[in-house]
């Protein structure tokens, strides 16, 4: 799962152009990247195209923060590999 928290916080830098060093576990995840709802799809496309797997609004319902996020990104690797 490191692997995959690197990856995503590497694209969540470069596309959301916030610090690296605010990108922690128990922060807000809709705070921190000062998302709105444009964003969000920039976010799933992000994702998408580093992890293979889809995000829809339904898997967002949940989230709050990053370690919640990843939880949640894992759990949908998870499902594909199986």
Do not use: C, H, W
């Amino acid at each position: 799962m490191n692997k995959i928290i690197e990856q995503v916080n590497e694209v969540l830098v470069d596309e959301f152009e916030v610090e690296a060093d605010t990108i922690v576990p128990d922060a807000n995840l809709r705070e921190t990247l000062d998302l709105d709802s444009l964003d969000y799809v920039d976010l799933v496309v992000a994702i998408e195209s580093i992890s293979g797997v889809k995000l829809g609004e339904e898997d967002f319902k949940g989230i709050e923060t990053f370690q919640d996020f990843y939880n949640v990104l894992q759990s949908k690797i998870t499902e594909k590999v199986s």
